[in-house]
């Protein structure tokens, strides 16, 4: 069994800062590309950022410039830090990630998502 944790959301003030995290846990032999993505209300899931595992990193033209993807590899984590945050950036943020298990099977997992809410 795989999952994936995030943790990080709050409510924040525009033009502040955020930092989630997303926990990799369970029969893991390998991680492959990992990535941050949301879901606002009434709209379809987004990618925000990705990251491969030489540290390649790809983000949608509306974050570039104020989120930062990274990852700890030793300890199984991905980052998102999030920078002059704006009401836009309201979502439910979720984590994914390319995994292979010990059942010799590359799947791609999703964390259960934690809430962004940016407003004054």
């Known amino acids: 069994q795989v999952q994936l944790v995030e943790s990080g959301g709050a409510l924040v003030q525009p033009g502040g800062s955020l930092r989630l995290s997303c926990a990799a846990s369970?029969?893991?032999?390998?991680?492959?590309?990992m990535g941050w993505y949301r879901q606002a209300p009434g709209k379809q899931r987004e990618l925000v950022a990705t990251i491969t595992s030489v540290g390649g990193t790809n983000y949608v033209d509306s974050v570039k410039g104020r989120f930062t993807i990274s990852t700890d590899n030793a300890k199984k984590m991905v980052y998102l830090q999030m920078n002059s945050l704006k009401p836009e950036d309201t979502a439910v943020y979720y984590c994914?990630?390319?995994?292979?298990?010990?059942?010799?099977?590359?799947?791609?997992?999703w964390g259960q998502g934690t809430q962004v809410t940016v407003s004054s």
């Open positions: 994914n990630g390319a995994i292979l298990d010990v059942s010799g099977t590359w799947r791609d997992y």
């Open positions: 369970g029969r893991i032999v390998s991680i492959n590309n």
